[in-house]
């Protein structure tokens, strides 16, 4: 199974960028999905999740209205758009492949590896 996480870079703050993940080796569309963010010094934190069928998102609070979570199940692959970047939005992000219920992320039994995002001020 491989998750490979692209679209990292540097944006000045207000800007925007796209993440996809794209997925192999595993049945994508059973699958709900998630993306992830570490900051330097901080642990891992939930960011968004994306049911298998794509009817139904999830955000945390801090990036709800700037951040929009979508899959493409044609493609095997997930996206994040990220807007109205900010400096604390500055982590790795990783993708991974689990489950979720009730807003709440349950299990993870994929990672992916992680895409650098730099915001700068």
């Known amino acids: 199974v491989q998750l490979q996480a692209s679209g990292g870079g540097l944006v000045q703050a207000g800007g925007s960028l796209r993440l996809s993940c794209a997925a192999s080796?595993?049945?994508?569309?059973?699958?709900?999905m998630g993306w992830f963010r570490q900051a330097p010094g901080k642990e891992r934190e939930f960011v968004a999740t994306?049911?298998?069928?794509?009817?139904?998102?999830y955000y945390a609070d801090s990036v709800k209205g700037r951040f929009t979570i979508s899959r493409d199940n044609a493609k095997n692959t997930v996206y994040m758009q990220m807007n109205s970047l900010k400096p604390e939005d500055t982590a790795v992000y990783y993708c991974?492949?689990?489950?979720?219920?009730?807003?709440?992320?349950?299990?993870?039994?994929?990672w992916g590896q992680g895409t650098l995002v730099t915001v700068s001020s």
């Open positions: 991974a492949a689990g489950s979720y219920k009730g807003s709440k992320w349950l299990r993870t039994n994929y």
């Open positions: 080796g595993l049945t994508f569309s059973t699958y709900d």
């Open positions: 994306i049911s298998w069928s794509g009817s139904s998102t």
